[in-house]
Nanobody
């Protein structure tokens, strides 16, 4: 699976952005897909994921109520709608996919087999 992340940019605090993660190479519908982010000098952290089965989602606490992850299997694309952006959301955002992600590993980067190249989100205050 090849992943392509896009949609990042420079916005002001309170603005919105929608990131897209497009997949090619294999059928996307059987994969769990997650968004991670990495700010300068910090470790990569989990943001949200959508499981292939039942479409369940999980969010890190800091983005709950502001970010929404969704998927369109027909388009092989996963989206991350980010509203009410804050300066602390500034990071490179990566999408990742895997088809063997167990529940306890959903937030662990090493559990994912495929990664996109990242897209930079900068939120100014």
């Amino acid at each position: 699976v090849q992943l392509q992340a896009s949609g990042g940019g420079l916005v002001q605090a309170g603005d919105s952005l929608r990131l897209s993660c497009s997949a090619s190479g294999r059928t996307f519908s059987s994969y769990s897909v997650a968004w991670f982010r990495q700010a300068p000098g910090k470790e990569r952290e989990f943001v949200a994921d959508t499981r292939w089965s039942a479409g369940t989602t999980l969010y890190t606490d800091s983005v709950k109520g502001r970010f929404t992850i969704s998927r369109d299997n027909a388009k092989n694309t996963v989206y991350l709608q980010m509203n009410s952006l804050k300066p602390e959301d500034t990071a490179v955002y990566y999408c990742a996919a895997g088809n063997r992600i167990i529940a306890s590993q959903r937030m662990t980067p090493s559990a994912y087999d495929f990664w996109g190249q990242g897209t930079l989100v900068t939120v100014s205050s």
